[in-house]
């Protein structure tokens, strides 16, 4: 059985967090985290402002060094670096029986998906990030077979409510009758905070709807 918990942390928690706060209209992406004996190797997007602007601000990043731009595409790009974080942290991520399939941070938080193959699972990688201090905000955890079979909702709350007020806006029409600013203001959140509920909120309905059929 596998089971799938979303939560997040402070900014501040992770790698990088200072510059997210510093630079609100930054948000990080990583692609992959791959931790050794003295460091996480991450690869990770950087989106929203201009990459040199970027490596500028992480300089002072107390946990990173070594950062380097990979690929740029305009105000996109791909970086890798090495993450220092708490030696509790990169120990928890290396002999956890957990897959971080997906963490984006911003200024507001980092936020995870993990998945694990049992609850168990996640109370260890949870004891790990509370043992250094940081708070856990759970989302949400769910059995993956559940949401596969129809028995649980794919969506939260947040999901379905902006991506039926997006709908009713006329956000997917061609040409598009509302931006994803318009639906930020009205939400109270940002833009970026938008994307992400339309991009997982989609993400989770392809999973349910077709996952499913293939599965019948």
């Not at 930054?26 to 992959?32: H, L, S, T």
């Not at 109370?123 to 940081?134: K, L, Q």
Request: with cysteine; net charge negative.
């Amino acid at each position: 059985m596998t089971y799938v918990a979303e939560f997040t942390i402070p900014p501040e928690s992770f790698p990088f967090g200072e510059t997210l706060v510093a630079m609100p209209g930054v948000e990080i992406e990583v692609d992959q985290i791959v931790p050794t004996d003295e460091s996480a190797l991450p690869f990770f997007w950087v989106r929203g402002c201009d990459p040199e602007a970027f490596l500028a601000a992480a300089e002072s990043e107390p946990d990173v060094e070594d950062t380097r731009a990979l690929e740029t595409v305009g105000e996109t790009a791909l970086f890798r670096a090495k993450w220092k974080p708490s030696t509790g942290v990169i120990e928890g991520l290396r002999e956890l029986d957990a897959t971080i399939v997906e963490s984006v941070g911003t200024a507001e938080s980092w936020r995870f998906e993990v998945r694990t193959a049992d609850r168990t699972a996640f109370t260890r990688f949870r004891d790990v990030f509370e043992a250094e201090g940081i708070e856990i905000g759970l989302t949400r955890i769910y059995d993956l077979e559940d949401v596969v079979g129809g028995e649980q909702d794919a969506l939260t709350d947040d999901q379905r409510e902006t991506l039926m007020a997006a709908y009713q806006a006329g956000y997917y029409e061609t040409p598009r009758e509302t931006t994803q600013a318009e639906l930020g203001e009205h939400f109270g959140i940002t833009s970026r905070a938008v994307s992400d509920r339309l991009r997982r909120g989609t993400r989770n309905l392809i999973g349910d709807a077709l996952l499913s059929r293939e599965n019948d």
